[in-house]
């Protein structure tokens, strides 16, 4: 039986390969640290940064062009050619203009709804005809739905001055409804249309547009909205100025995740076989 046993240990190797100590189906992988979450978490640092960058320059253009239009509005006002060059006419969008003419308040158009100091109402736009037979559309300014619903407020008769702002026409975002001239429905200022419904070129009707200006009180301005007559815009630059929040609002996201992926990266190092959370 010894004998039997010395022989068999013989044949049998006195030690095994390090190949067969542990079976190559059990061995550990060697995993990458840098996988797809790391690259996606690498990405959105320089992406947000390069949208707050975006929008510091959309902020120093907006002061700009504000800084410009107020300029603009310090100057004396102009009066009108018989024929105003349309072209020409963005170059003095914000410029004071003096007007002198007739309403044609079979024409008037009411832009809704429009609030003013919590008071709803709408916006009174009425054709001025001029001494030379041209027609100026002008947004005479603010009226209660009290005045505007009974076609009861101020009309003047004869000659009127006006004093006010060229403007273009508005862009029709998403959630405004379409015009409805038919049904004397109106809901944004769109010139062309609004000069077409006025007479149009056969009545000499120009796509120009003036916004009346209201320089007076708060006082006044409440006795004129309680009596029904249109109050016009103050004579200010009202451009909506959110750059600011966004320049803030992106570069603090880029500062967030470049500390996140600073983070993953060294989880991911220090424990190589651990699963790093999913984003997407």
């Not at 060697?30 to 990405?43: D, G």
């Not at 702002?165 to 769109?190: H, S, V």
């Amino acid at each position: 039986m010894f004998s039997l046993r010395r022989s068999l240990a013989r044949l049998l190797p006195t030690r095994l390969p390090k190949s067969h100590h542990v079976p190559a189906i059990y061995k550990p992988k060697k995993q990458s640290w840098f996988t797809p979450t790391i690259f996606f978490a690498a990405v959105i640092p320089f992406f947000t940064f390069g949208l707050g960058t975006w929008q510091l320059k959309r902020l120093k253009w907006k002061i700009n062009l504000i800084d410009e239009l107020e300029e603009k509005l310090q100057l004396s006002p102009i009066p009108l050619p018989p024929r105003v060059n349309l072209s020409a006419l963005p170059e003095f969008v914000f410029r004071k203009v003096l007007l002198k003419g007739r309403w044609d308040h079979a024409h008037t158009m009411l832009v809704a709804p429009r609030v003013r100091d919590g008071v709803h109402g709408v916006h009174v736009v009425t054709p001025l005809i001029r001494a030379d037979g041209s027609t100026i559309l002008v947004d005479r300014g603010f009226i209660s739905n009290q005045f505007a619903s009974t076609q009861s407020f101020q009309k003047d008769e004869g000659e009127v001055q006006v004093l006010g702002m060229l403007r273009t026409a508005q862009q029709r975002n998403l959630f405004t409804p379409e015009n409805k001239p038919d049904e004397g429905k109106w809901y944004w200022n769109d010139v062309p249309e609004m000069a077409t419904y006025a007479g149009g070129e056969q009545a000499s009707v120009q796509q120009v547009f003036v916004e009346q200006i209201f320089e007076g009180h708060a006082g006044e301005a409440n006795t004129r909205v309680s009596k029904g007559i249109p109050i016009g815009r103050p004579p200010t630059v009202e451009l909506r100025n959110s750059h600011l929040s966004y320049v803030i609002t992106w570069y603090s996201l880029s500062a967030l995740t470049t500390v996140m992926f600073i983070g993953l990266v060294r989880k991911r190092k220090q424990n190589p076989g651990r699963r790093l959370p999913r984003f997407i």
